[in-house]
């Protein structure tokens, strides 16, 4: 699940931020698809109380965050 848009993700970062460090992008994504991840275990092993979708808009606001500092 973590790679499915690895390449992607990695080729659109370098377009937009071409003044990156070559290993910025490859960093970035491991970050946001580790913590990614880790939101995902913790929302399961507290119950999924939280909808899918309050999960899903939770880490679409962080992930975005987190590009937003590294691709300006």
Same mark, same amino acid.
């Given at each position: 699940?973590?790679?499915?848009? /690895?390449? %992607? *993700? $990695?080729? @659109?970062? %370098?377009?937009? #931020?071409?003044?990156?460090?070559? /290993?910025?992008?490859?960093?970035?994504? *491991? +970050?946001? =698809? =580790?913590? =990614?991840? @880790? #939101? $995902?275990?913790?929302?399961?092993?507290?119950?999924?109380?939280? =909808?899918?979708?309050?999960? #899903? @808009? +939770?880490?679409?606001? @962080?992930?975005? *965050?987190?590009? %937003? *500092? +590294?691709?300006?």
């Amino acid at each position: 699940m973590i790679y499915i848009l /690895h390449d %992607r *993700s $990695i080729e @659109a970062w %370098r377009e937009q #931020a071409p003044q990156n460090n070559v /290993h910025t992008p490859e960093a970035l994504y *491991s +970050f946001i =698809s =580790s913590g =990614s991840a @880790a #939101a $995902i275990k913790e929302w399961v092993q507290n119950g999924m109380t939280q =909808s899918p979708e309050e999960v #899903a @808009a +939770f880490i679409d606001k @962080a992930t975005r *965050s987190v590009e %937003r *500092s +590294f691709l300006e």
